[in-house]
Nanobody, 111 residues
């Protein structure tokens, strides 16, 4: 299962970089996605990176978040900038099609 890390507490306007370490069989060939779940809300898709590096983003994060991958390290990243209060959530990564879910990493944006 994936192992997400890099979350934390940050002020509005700040930045964080999340990492997702997954098995080589997953990150090397599969499309990978980041998701998030805020308290009391449904899980929301955030960003996708294809095996070839093509990226797509949810409108709510477009222009602020950047997804990338390093297949040699079996790792997917989410660089988050200009963070807003509404970005507060537990962030998860998974392959497409989805495999087992990890524990996620908490991102809290607060003054």
């Amino acid at each position: 299962q994936p192992v997400e890390s890099g979350g934390g507490l940050v002020q509005p306007g700040g930045s964080l970089r999340l990492s997702c370490a997954a098995s080589g069989s997953t990150t090397g060939r599969n499309t990978m996605r980041w998701y998030r779940q805020a308290p009391g809300k449904e899980c929301e898709w955030v960003a996708t990176v294809s095996a070839g590096g093509f990226t797509t983003y949810a409108d709510s994060v477009k222009g602020r978040f950047t997804i990338s991958r390093d297949n040699d390290k079996n790792t997917v990243y989410l660089q988050m900038s200009s963070l807003k209060l509404e970005d507060t959530a537990v962030y998860y990564c998974n392959s497409l099609p989805a495999g087992p879910w990890g524990q996620g990493t908490q991102v809290t944006v607060s003054t």
